[in-house]
């Protein structure tokens, strides 16, 4: 199993069954080597629960010795600048505004109003004449290569 998998499973063992982890990004190309963890939460994640775990997988690390050589290890919340992987996460942006990328090289953003397990529903705003209209779309997740959530200042 390599690092990266092991890293997933220690983390996801140590959280809450509300958590779950995002994503585990390891570069060792430089030293010292890097390991971000991104985990997520139906609730959220707070910075105390980050702290928390990046505790337990640093004394799992130690003892292990899976990393050979000093390592940076940053347990983290994904950003406005990480696309939304799991339905948990849609679940959990119902209401907000996405940017959706889609396959076919389009661009959609719209207010998301349901989820699914097999796709999204996007309400949009189109023109019609001098109005504004919403529709709904409604997207696969086949065709979503990724989706944003988008910052509101309203």
Known sequence: MDVVEKIKE??????????????????ARKAPARLLVIVDGDNGVNIDQCAELSRQLSQELDQTNLIAGAYLLEVSTPGLDHPL?????????????????????????????????TGIVLEVEVKEGKKKAT????????????????????
């Open 10 to 27: 220690w983390a996801q063992a140590k959280l809450p069954s509300d958590q779950f982890v995002v994503d585990v990004i390891y570069a």
């Open 85 to 117: 992987k799991f339905t948990r996460q849609y679940t959990k942006n119902k209401g907000r505004e996405l940017k959706v990328h889609l396959a076919d090289k389009q661009i959609v953003k719209g207010r998301l109003a349901e989820v699914s397990d």
């Open 135 to 154: 529709q709904r779309m409604e997207l696969p997740f086949g065709q979503i290569e990724k989706a944003f959530v988008m910052v509101s200042f309203k």
